[in-house]
């Protein structure tokens, strides 16, 4: 079965520190991995994805994403924190092999970025 | 640049009403998707639809039916509302191609957020 785990509930850093927030999935064959943000009240809005190539992914934002086959990890980073970054991110995975389109999220990780 | 339209914003339900959450896109997705959202769990599939008159059940169906008539619209109906139906809701749409020319990311409405009392 398909599923994604976000291990940090919330994750809290100073402005223009460095922010990881992590991502580890299972799934069958390779995977598409995505990432989401939500802000309060607001859908979800995607902001990068892997498909193949490149392990290092970059999206919106600046925010990047470290696809790692051996780890089955996707880990969202960005360089410098701002405090418009705060918001609940959602990591998702989709297995190649299906032709449903379903994406499995995980539980979302708040990010808190303090001035 | 509408993307995915959601209708209405806020419903408050009692028990046992019935009622219909709208969704409707204009980007021409072949596939949609109904999840809900709960504090702390996530998004749950409820219900799925990979292109007009084609529908399937998703993680958590139950209390919930779904129509696609067209391929811009799938309203949700709640038919017996329940306190355990309170959520917010997330319509999303998507495109799959032929195999590698598109991931099928998923593009979000706003949300609908119904209390059942």
């Known amino acids: 079965a398909q599923s994604v785990a976000q291990p940090e509930d919330q994750v809290n850093v100073a402005e223009g520190n460095p922010l990881t927030v992590k991502c580890t999935y299972s799934?069958?064959?390779?995977?598409?991995l995505f990432w989401y943000v939500q802000y309060p009240n607001r859908g979800l809005q995607f902001l990068l994805k892997?498909?193949?190539?490149?392990?290092l992914v970059k999206g919106s934002y600046g925010f990047e994403a470290e696809f790692n086959k051996s780890q089955t990890s996707f880990h969202l980073k960005k360089p410098s924190a701002l405090v418009s970054d705060s918001a609940l991110y959602f990591c998702?995975?989709?297995?190649?092999?299906?032709?449903?389109?379903?994406?499995?999220f995980g539980q979302g990780t708040t990010l808190q970025v303090k001035p | 640049n509408a993307g995915v339209t959601q209708t209405p914003k806020f419903r408050i339900l009692k028990i046992g009403q019935s009622m219909t959450l709208q969704c409707t896109q204009d980007?021409?997705?072949?596939?949609m998707y109904w999840y809900r959202q709960d504090p702390g769990m996530g998004l749950k599939l409820i219900y799925y639809?990979?292109?007009?008159?084609?529908?399937d059940k998703g993680e958590v169906p139950n209390g919930y039916n779904v129509s696609r008539s067209t391929t811009e619209d799938f309203p949700l109906r709640l038919e017996l509302a329940a306190p355990s139906q309170t959520s917010v809701y997330f319509c999303?749409?998507?495109?799959?191609?032929?195999?590698?020319?598109?991931?099928?990311?998923?593009?979000f409405g706003e949300g609908s957020r119904l209390t059942v009392l």
């Open positions: 980007m021409n997705h072949n596939y």
């Open positions: 639809s990979v292109g007009a008159g084609i529908t």
């Open positions: 998702a995975v989709r297995g190649r092999s299906s032709n449903t389109g379903k994406l499995i």
């Open positions: 799934v069958s064959g390779n995977p598409y």
């Open positions: 999303a749409s998507s495109y799959l191609g032929l195999a590698g020319a598109s991931a099928g990311e998923l593009f």
């Open positions: 892997y498909i193949t190539g490149d392990n």
